[in-house]
């Protein structure tokens, strides 16, 4: 007892002692440049700091000394997925020089005991990852031992950060610098383009020093600027700034004062820390702000949290800020989500685009990554804006309202950069590729989630097809673990994923056969749509990296949609293309096997648009998902043809230097697009070549396109030569069948195996040679036409430049409010154009009823296109109209009597609206047509055919007067009659007699045997005269041409001479013989008999058609003509073939059908066998 109370005793004298000691107040001081304070501790000694410089921040307090050496960061090892660490392999071996989560920043604002301090990037400074003995992963906080005051003392600031070039080529930038920061080694320097450098902002309360406030220090206070250690030795410290043109290297102050770089993982380098001090809370209790008398203080009044560098927290169940009225729900296991935050998800679906129902679009579905509930309209807009800047890139364009687009609102617990929980753990790995991790959360078929959750969920509920989940996606199927879900592929033509960062990456998984079929694009990066347009490039085309190394072998070079590595110009496999645009063969890099058929391609640069060779392939791929079209023509150009680069050899140089040789020397030929203009006066006597490739999309019919080129005015009138004959010229392309298709990955497939990429493909060249004497001016251009067998114009020389305006589909209910989770898309088309689209019977569970703005030309941007449902908590009223019935006339279509609603767009036959025109063509009654015969009529002065129906006139024209036609020939004793006819109709327009000749008259209308005549090109002779029916049968022949230089030849049924009726019945023998320019010949109908050696050596003869009456062909009738495609046969008489009429050469062509034989089946059999072909 004695003891405790003397215990007790004496320390109530020891707090008694206390009291009387002297208190000094504590102050506000004025911190100056210069001044000195001593705050903090750290190995167990308080540290001196020194106001350094003073900014928008308050006074800059840097460490007087050294306070340790340690790593500024170490290489990758615990987390190799941490936003830093996954964005270089460099960082593997050399540590990060991101300032942000970098180990250095971690530990200077760390508080926690040794061994927890918490690493921002996941990969600590341990042994093995930091150099010599570092290692600083089981230290305490450096701010461990500064008091809770202290610590307050500290200004939490935001400041400029600077971030290395590759990190801004990510994303990871703020603010609107542009340019790397320039390494200087001299401090006076080292700031030159400070203020123009990629940053970031950061918060902490501890940092380095970066560059420019090492160079604040060395304007203030000299050589301060260089650190010296406990010993008073000068040494090197770490700058916060990183070296910018790598992400691997840190910038330093060496012991001479030098800035120098330095990797990051050393641990040689001295720890010099900052922090603005907070001079409105900070009071001092002693000193007076000198080296030797420094302010002792902290800021005790300022109230503050626990501090910790950590980001903000997010709220981890935020509101939606997105209706989710229309949503699908998932229910994932552990394979999918094994920490259970995903399990349950609701989620909201969006109609972004939708022009037609789904079984007849491609159905794209995007999901989000990174985006919490409160940010799901961020997630929405955003891809809006991606797929709107996709579909300006051919050849998505052409395609753009045949896709039906979803946005899948999957939110996440985390925004991406944050590096907390996200929906589906895509990570970055060190080759900077996207991907979802099985292993971030042991959730081992994460990357399966979308054909087996997602897809089979969607299409079930939201796809018009709505067709039944078919497994349970959390338990293995019997049999074929992939197969089940094969269906997917058949109704959602794209999985993709945008996730939510300023980060640059992206990535594409096409692996159907193993479920995988979706692609991971960025929503911010600097170009975020350019990515999103190149990986939808891989994942719905199917096209290949052309930036790839490697070697294709036969099977991949087979498969291969546009990467090569066959080097003969005339066996690679876009050998048609060659020459076209900027189609040359190159390598895709110095060195390299791989083969790319032009160097500017998106699928090698996102600068680019896509190359004709990608779009070719993608409109082919994209042809097989819906069916729309059935050819494809690429954009024409015209090009002074001069000979270079027209045939294979010249494209035997695979280096990149060749290719823009190639490029040089074809924008110096162009005459076409925006290099019209460059068509001059000086063209006379030059060639000009209209080019493009045509890709035929039926695998059943052939077609055939015209081509027409000519020289245009600045007026529009066509150019002439001196003869004023128009500079213009025809051709006709004939474009095969492809009868490939099967093999080009078809609806179904899951994958291209192979196919002939030049199957059905037509590579179109109309060459034309301007005369040396034409008339022409300035302004002239070269006009183009391609038009199909109809007349219809499929490019001009207006199609490369024309005009484009936007278009955007609303959805909204009968009352005009907009139908919840409806996003209307916009999409471009042709100035001009007017769309057809059907809409979906059904938007959700809501009834279509009209359309407003369809079936009119779109000419201005923001074009809106409404479609109308039904809401189903609204009762619609028919409100009807008859639409009386009219008769169709011939050239206008009629129609029965029906009634439409003006409010839903429906058809009835009723007037009460009971019985609905579901079909509405059966009440249309199609225009018939004229139906104009043959039988001319005319009047005096015209002639023309008429429509039987409506009498309507056709093919009407002013009437041919013919010479004088003998009707009866005058004889001594007896007048003749003649007339003058229509050359055309056969009207007669004028008549007189023949006086009688009288004993000793001559008749000067005379004709006798044996006499010769021309008439155009042709000489005839007269064989016989029938005084029976006074030549009008046996009369004539043709013995000789003209010219032999003629190409063609008609034979026409009659050749009058003085007015007689002379009917041409033969050919003669030699008639033409060694006509070698003649090319095709046409035997008119009243011939029967074909002399010998008629047509002997006509070499280039190529076509022949037989009159209807020809029963003879003479010996040795075509001998010589090797070269005849096509023999057609109009009549059944021949009976007569010597068999010798055709050379043995010839006779081999028929026979193997290099000669087609065409027309009468009975003239073609008697003419093989007479020839004796079997």
């Known amino acids: 007892m004695t003891k405790k109370i003397t215990a007790i005793f004496l320390a109530l004298c020891m707090a008694i002692s206390v009291l009387p000691m002297t208190i000094q107040a504590a102050s506000k001081p004025d911190i100056k440049v210069g001044d000195y304070v001593k705050m903090g501790a750290y190995n167990n000694a308080s540290i001196l700091w020194r106001c350094v410089s003073i900014d928008n921040n308050g006074p800059l307090m840097l460490a007087d000394k050294i306070v340790d050496t340690l790593a500024y960061d170490a290489k990758t090892n615990d987390n190799s997925n941490s936003k830093s660490h996954s964005r270089s392999y460099k960082r593997d071996d050399y540590g990060s020089n991101y300032w942000k989560d970098s180990n250095m920043r971690s530990w200077l604002n760390s508080t926690a005991a040794e061994g927890k301090v918490d690493w921002l990037c996941g990969n600590p400074p341990k042994d093995g990852y930091v150099s010599g003995v570092g290692a600083y992963n089981e230290k305490a906080g450096f701010l461990n031992a500064f008091s809770k005051s202290e610590i307050a ?59 420019k406030q090492a160079n604040a220090v060395w304007k203030n206070l000299k050589g301060y600027y260089v650190a010296y250690n406990n010993d008073g030795m000068a040494w090197p410290y770490w700058l916060r700034t990183p070296v910018t043109d790598c992400n691997h290297d840190m910038r330093y102050i060496s012991s001479s004062g030098q800035v120098g770089r330095y990797a990051p993982w050393y641990s040689d380098l001295g720890v010099r820390p900052a922090f603005y001090l907070d001079s409105e809370y900070f009071v001092t209790t002693s000193g007076s702000g000198s080296q030797s008398s420094p302010y002792i203080g902290s800021a005790p009044n300022k109230q503050e949290d626990d501090y910790t560098i950590s980001e903000p927290a997010e709220d981890a169940n935020p509101d939606w800020n997105v209706s989710t009225e229309q949503s699908i729900q998932l229910t994932l296991g552990p394979w999918y989500s094994n920490d259970g935050k995903y399990s349950n998800p609701t989620i909201p679906v969006y109609t972004i685009q939708k022009t037609r129902s789904d079984t007849e679009n491609m159905v794209v579905v995007v999901c989000g990554e990174g985006y919490t509930k409160s940010q799901q309209g961020k997630f929405i807009n955003d891809v809006k804006r991606l797929w709107q800047d996709a579909m300006k890139y051919e050849p998505y364009r052409s395609y753009a309202d045949r896709f039906n687009v979803y946005a899948l609102c999957t939110a996440s617990e985390s925004t991406f950069d944050n590096g907390g929980s996200t929906f589906f753990d895509v990570i970055v790995d060190k080759y900077n590729s996207p991907v979802i991790s099985n292993n971030l959360h042991g959730s081992q078929w994460k990357n399966h989630i979308f054909e087996r959750c997602i897809g089979p969920e969607f299409i079930e509920k939201i796809h018009d097809a709505h067709i039944k989940k078919k497994c349970d996606p959390n338990t293995i199927p019997s049999g074929s673990e992939y197969e089940p879900y ?539 005269i029938d005084t029976a029916t006074v030549g009008q049968s046996k009369v004539i022949g043709v013995v000789a041409a003209k010219k032999n230089k003629i190409k063609k030849v008609t034979i026409p049924d009659r050749a009058d001479c003085k007015g007689y009726r002379l009917n041409v019945t033969t050919i003669g023998n030699n008639a033409f013989a060694g006509c070698k320019a003649l090319e095709k010949l046409t035997i008119g109908n009243k011939v029967t008999v074909i002399g010998k050696n008629a047509f002997k050596k006509c070499s280039k003869l190529k076509t022949v058609v037989i009159g209807k009456a020809v029963k003879t062909i003479s010996s040795k009738a075509f001998i010589g003509d090797n070269k005849i495609k096509k023999i057609t046969f109009k009549g059944k008489k021949l009976k007569t073939v010597n068999k010798n009429a055709f050379s043995k050469k010839a006779k081999k062509n028929i026979k193997s059908k290099k000669t087609k034989l065409k027309g009468n089946k009975k003239a073609i059999k008697l003419f093989k066998k007479k020839l004796k072909i079997k």
């Open 153 to 211: 003392a500290m200004k939490t600031v935001t400041q400029r950060s600077l971030v290395s070039h590759p990190e801004y080529n990510k994303g990871i930038v703020d603010g609107d610098a542009n340019s790397d920061l320039l390494y200087y080694t001299d401090i006076s320097e080292a700031v030159a383009n400070y203020d123009s450098s990629y940053f970031e902002t950061t918060t902490e309360k501890v940092f380095l020093l970066d560059v």
């Open 486 to 1024: 094969y269906y997917v592929h058949d109704y959602i033509a794209q999985f993709a994923m945008v996730v939510n960062t300023k980060s640059d990456f992206g990535g594409a998984y096409n692996n159907r056969e193993y479920g995988f079929h979706y692609f991971i694009s960025p929503s911010d990066s600097y170009r975020a749509s350019k990515t999103f347009a190149h990986e939808f490039g891989h994942g719905l085309l199917g096209l290949g990296d052309e930036y790839s190394n490697g070697y294709l072998l036969d099977d991949k070079e087979l498969k291969s949609l546009n990467l090569s590595s066959v080097e003969d110009p005339e066996k690679i496999k876009w050998r048609q293309l060659l020459g076209f645009r900027n189609t040359y063969t190159c390598r895709n890099a110095y060195g390299s096997k791989m083969l790319v058929s032009s160097y500017e391609c998106i699928m090698r640069d996102t600068n680019y648009q896509f190359c004709e060779v990608c779009r070719l392939q993608g409109f082919k791929r994209m042809s097989q998902l819906v069916k729309d079209v059935d050819l494809y023509v690429a954009t024409p150009e015209v090009k002074e043809y001069t000979g270079a680069y027209s045939k294979p050899s010249d494209f035997t140089d695979l280096e990149t230097s060749s290719y823009y040789n190639y490029t040089y020397n074809r924008n110096d030929r162009l005459l076409s697009g925006n290099s019209k203009s460059r068509f001059n006066t000086n063209m006379n006597g030059k060639k000009i070549e209209l080019r493009t490739v045509i890709q035929n999309i039926s695998d059943k019919n052939a077609r055939q396109l015209k081509f027409k080129m000519w020289i245009k005015h600045s007026d529009g009138s066509v150019a002439t030569d001196s003869s004023g004959n128009p500079l213009q010229t025809v051709q006709t392309f004939d474009i095969p069948v492809w009868n490939d298709k099967a093999n080009f990955w078809p609806l179904g497939a899951l994958d291209h195996i192979k196919s002939d990429f030049n199957s059905g493909l037509k590579s179109c060249s109309l060459i034309y040679q301007i005369p040396s004497d034409a008339q022409l001016k300035s302004g002239d251009t070269v006009a183009f036409q391609v038009l199909d067998e109809n007349g219809n114009v499929l490019a001009d020389d207006n199609t490369e430049t024309q005009r484009y305006t936007t278009v955007s589909i609303q959805y909204k209910f009968e009352d005009g409010s907009e139908i919840p989770n409806t996003a209307g898309g916009t999409f471009t088309v042709p100035y001009g154009t007017k769309l057809d689209l059907t809409p979906a019977k059904t938007l959700y569970d809501y009834e279509f009823i009209k359309v407003d703005g369809l079936n009119k030309p779109i000419v201005s941007d923001g074009t809106v296109v409404t479609y109308y449902y039904k809401n189903k908590n609204e009762e619609h009223t028919h409100n009807l109209t008859l639409v009386a019935a009219k008769a169709a006339t011939c050239t206008t279509a009629g129609n029965s009597a029906y009634y439409t609603c003006d409010g839903c767009d429906k058809w009835f036959a009723d007037a009460t609206g009971s019985v609905e025109i579901t079909d509405k063509t059966s009440v249309k009654i199609p225009a018939p047509g004229h139906t104009a015969g043959t039988e001319w009529k005319s009047d005096d002065t015209n002639h023309w055919h008429e429509c039987s129906r409506c009498h309507d006139k056709k093919d009407e024209a002013a009437h041919s007067t013919s010479e004088w036609i003998i009707d009866t020939a005058a004889t001594e004793t007896a007048e003749g009659a003649k007339h003058k006819e229509c050359t055309v109709c056969k009207k007669v327009l004028e008549t007189a007699t023949i006086p009688a000749t009288g004993s000793s008259h001559t008749n000067s209308y005379g004709v006798y045997v044996g006499m010769t005549y021309t008439a155009g090109n042709l000489i005839y002779q007269i064989t016989s």
